[in-house]
């Protein structure tokens, strides 16, 4: 083989290696996949919080179209007020708990949507989603102890991956739908369309349903899509007839 064929095959691989290079740095350009994932670990004695809550920053200064957050505390209002400045351009819900209300108290004329979640157990969550591909979790709290004191050994997690993301959007929007007022239907709905439109707050007040079976009505429709008849009720764990009819006569319709 002459010296400019090899010349020209190796040059072949090159551009191919080159290619291939590439096309993987724009998938993951693309698709918001990083190969390397930040961790941060905050604690007493260590200087790191400030680089954790000044990510926390960037990540809602940068968002274009969404963020939604869910956290347990809410002491620490600057990272509330700056999703406040984005809401007019981004959608800005949070989850957190009837505790705080107070703390967004003056924030209620600004674009951000809030809701408090209240059901047996503790929101313990600790995450922000932003533009369906940016993930910051862990246990670092949103609280003035958090930043101003340092005190709790804590860590933080920011990943870019859309997959990973969907995840965290899954259950925000599972724990969004729980957190939201009784629904407000009208009479023009049938009893089915009620069922898969009830909120958590529209079955815990019936008698025998409680938190527990509220949930597992919830989790039931979600893991199914939505219920095909009313008595598709019948297989959740813990509902009998006798609750089902409880169940949608508090939706205003009756057992059929």
């Not at 350009?29 to 919080?49: I, K, M, T």
């Not at 023009?188 to 009620?194: F, H, V």
Request: glycine share 8%.
């Amino acid at each position: 083989m002459s010296t400019n064929k090899k010349w020209s095959m190796l040059m072949r691989v090159v551009l191919a290696l080159v290619l291939v290079g590439v096309g993987v740095a724009g998938g993951y350009y693309l698709w918001g996949r990083s190969p390397v994932p930040q961790a941060f670990f905050v604690g007493p004695g260590r200087d790191e919080v400030i680089p954790v809550r000044d990510e926390i920053l960037n990540l809602i200064s940068s968002a274009q179209h969404e963020v939604l957050v869910v956290q347990m505390e809410a002491g620490d209002i600057e990272l509330f007020e700056a999703l406040a400045s984005v809401s007019g351009d981004a959608s800005v819900r949070v989850i957190t708990t009837p505790e705080n209300a107070t703390q967004f108290s003056q924030l209620q004329e600004t674009g951000l949507e809030i809701e408090h979640l209240e059901t047996l157990g503790v929101l313990h969550h600790k995450f922000i989603v932003v533009d369906d591909k940016r993930v910051l979790t862990g246990s670092y709290n949103w609280s003035r102890n958090a930043y101003e004191d340092n005190y709790n050994w804590d860590n933080a997690v920011l990943v870019t991956n859309r997959a990973v993301a969907e995840s965290f959007q899954l259950e925000f929007e599972y724990l969004w739908d729980l957190a939201r007022p009784p629904t407000t239907g009208g009479d023009e709905m049938s009893c089915l369309e009620r069922l898969n439109a009830a909120r958590f707050a529209d079955l815990v007040p019936v008698k025998g349903i409680g938190d527990i079976l509220a949930l597992r009505i919830l989790e039931y429709r979600k893991t199914s899509g939505s219920f095909a008849t009313v008595d598709g009720l019948l297989q959740v764990n813990g509902i009998g007839p006798v609750l089902r009819s409880a169940i949608l006569e508090k939706l205003g319709c009756s057992a059929p």
